[in-house]
Every structure is written in structure tokens, then in C-alpha cells.
């Protein structure tokens, strides 16, 4: 059921979990997050005074220490979800069966508007929680997964008012693409 559904508005993330999540997806320099942990006096707050702790004291030059930094924040902020999309880049795959993502993913995104023209793998969906509107691509045939592309409201619209679609993922070799550079990515080869 659609937030509006139940006579709510979709909830917009705060500017705390967006900037946290901007960090932990990549989308934000170590530099950056570091100088907001330090600078930001509310922080203490929102995380508690053992993570707090551990934020201000680490040595966020070490990469180790980063990564171990990544998975207490992780740890701390999916539980605050309301849905997945704040976790995605604005361009992302989401795997099939790799993992449970999809699943959360979808838990909160759709019903699907399929593409009815010869770009059969295309869909638009909207988050029921959060608003966002996405266009997918559904690769089944070669790396089982679903390339993503975060959507203004307005390009969610002309999808589903007008079905006029953007051109990423227009072309079946631009979703292999997509999906193969997380395949390449995520997928240890054997040694």
C-alpha cells in the first residue's frame, strides 16, 4: 500500500541518514564525512556517545580502519530504514538472488509500469515510503539482475502520464553494461 494510500505523505529521509548514507554507498569523500563528524556538535546525539566515540577517535587516513567504521555505521543506520532507496547510487544494480536486496528493494517499490513498446526489460516504479521514482532495467538473461536509475518526480510522471521514458538503459547493450560493471565488482573470480 502506497503512503498516500493511507492518507500519509512519503517521508523524505533526514539530512543526518541521507549525508550517512551518501558516505556509506560511496557517494561521499572519507574527507568530507570525516570533517562533518567533526563539526557537526548533534552528532554525539543521534549516534550515541560509544559510536560518537569511535567516529571522532579513529585514524581515518587507514582504509582498515574506514572499512570497520563502514560496517558499525551500516550497522547502526539499516535499521532506521523505511525502505532501500537511500542505500542506491543514483545509478545502481541490484542483483537477483544474490542477495536479499532485491526483495527489500521491492518490498516498498512498485507496482512496476512496464515499457510496451521493443525495450521489453524496461520499468518505471515509485517508492511507496519514500516517493522516489525509479526507472529499471531487468536483466535475466546474462548477469540475473536489475540496473536502476533514481528519477526526478517530474521524469516519474512523463513515464507513467505520457510514456515518455529517458534514454538510459534505452538499449539492451547499455543495461549489460551497467549490470556487467557490478558483476566484475562483486563476484571474487577464483584464485
Known amino acids: 500500500?502506497?503512503?498516500?494510500?493511507?492518507g500519509s505523505?512519503?517521508?523524505?529521509?533526514?539530512?543526518?541518514?541521507?549525508?550517512?548514507w551518501a558516505f556509506l554507498r560511496g557517494d561521499m569523500a572519507v574527507r568530507d564525512f570525516e570533517l562533518r563528524v567533526y563539526?557537526?556538535?548533534g552528532l554525539e546525539t543521534v549516534f550515541g556517545a560509544a559510536l560518537y566515540l569511535a567516529l571522532i577517535s579513529a585514524d581515518w587516513r587507514d582504509r582498515h580502519v574506514v572499512a570497520e567504521l563502514r560496517l558499525l555505521?551500516?550497522?547502526f543506520a539499516r535499521p532506521r530504514l523505511a525502505c532501500?532507496?537511500?542505500?542506491?547510487r543514483d545509478v545502481d544494480v541490484v542483483p537477483m538472488g544474490f542477495t536479499d536486496r532485491a526483495d527489500r528493494f521491492f518490498a516498498t517499490v512498485g507496482p512496476r509500469?512496464?515499457?510496451?513498446?521493443?525495450?521489453?526489460?524496461?520499468?518505471?516504479?515509485?517508492?511507496?515510503m519514500c516517493g522516489q521514482h525509479w526507472l529499471g532495467a531487468q536483466d535475466e538473461q546474462t548477469y540475473d539482475a536489475y540496473a536502476l536509475r533514481r528519477l526526478s518526480p517530474s521524469q516519474g510522471k512523463r513515464i507513467t502520464a505520457d510514456g515518455v521514458w529517458p534514454d538510459e538503459f534505452r538499449t539492451y547493450e547499455r543495461v549489460l553494461a551497467v549490470a556487467g560493471g557490478f558483476a566484475a565488482t562483486a563476484v571474487p573470480l577464483a584464485e
Open 1 to 6: 500500500m502506497d503512503a498516500n494510500e493511507t
Open 84 to 88: 532501500e532507496c537511500i542505500t542506491l
Open 113 to 128: 509500469h512496464w515499457h510496451d513498446g521493443e525495450e521489453w526489460w524496461l520499468f518505471a516504479a515509485r517508492c511507496s
Open 39 to 41: 563539526s557537526d556538535d
Open 73 to 75: 555505521l551500516e550497522a
Open 9 to 20: 505523505e512519503p517521508v523524505a529521509p533526514s539530512t543526518i541518514d541521507a549525508t550517512l
